[in-house]
């Protein structure tokens, strides 16, 4: 069972392709790992495994972001539909100081030369805290 939880929220209203859809939450996904890396001076605690990458952990805090690389993390896809609304998740996420990469598309393939902001991925965060901020959005 999963202790911690990362929630990336994508704006439905914009009706993008499902290759684009993936392609705007693993750049949400990424920009939020490697900002809580960064926040918690942990960047020089990546290693390269046969399997991947791993966090060192010896004598240091077991957070949400260290069991994300230890034991795996849900990634839950919800939705809303507007920008106000997204921009209101991450508003209320950075209030509780929590961590949000907010993503903005450039615009060259699907809005017309437009920047657009297209999801966010909340950090890796306890299931509860998760589910304060996000739980009542529907599932993508």
């Given at each position: 069972m999963y202790r911690s939880k990362m929630m990336i929220v994508m704006r439905r209203d914009l009706k993008m392709r499902k290759g684009k859809i993936a392609a705007q939450a693993g750049h949400a996904a990424i920009e939020a790992i490697l900002m809580a890396l960064t926040r918690e001076g942990r960047l020089a605690d990546l290693a390269m495994t046969d399997d991947g990458m791993t966090l060192t952990t010896e004598g240091k805090e077991m957070t949400p972001l260290?069991?994300?690389?230890?034991?795996?993390?849900a990634k839950i896809c919800i939705y809303?539909?507007?920008e106000e609304a997204l921009l209101a998740i991450d508003a209320k996420a950075k209030e509780r100081g929590i961590l949000s990469a907010v993503i903005t598309d450039a615009g060259m393939t699907e809005f017309h030369g437009v920047p657009t902001k297209t999801c966010l991925a909340l950090e890796p965060l306890a299931?509860?805290?998760?589910?304060e901020l996000t739980g009542g959005l529907p599932l993508y």
């Open positions: 260290a069991e994300w690389f230890c034991y795996g993390c809303v539909d507007s299931a509860d805290t998760a589910d």
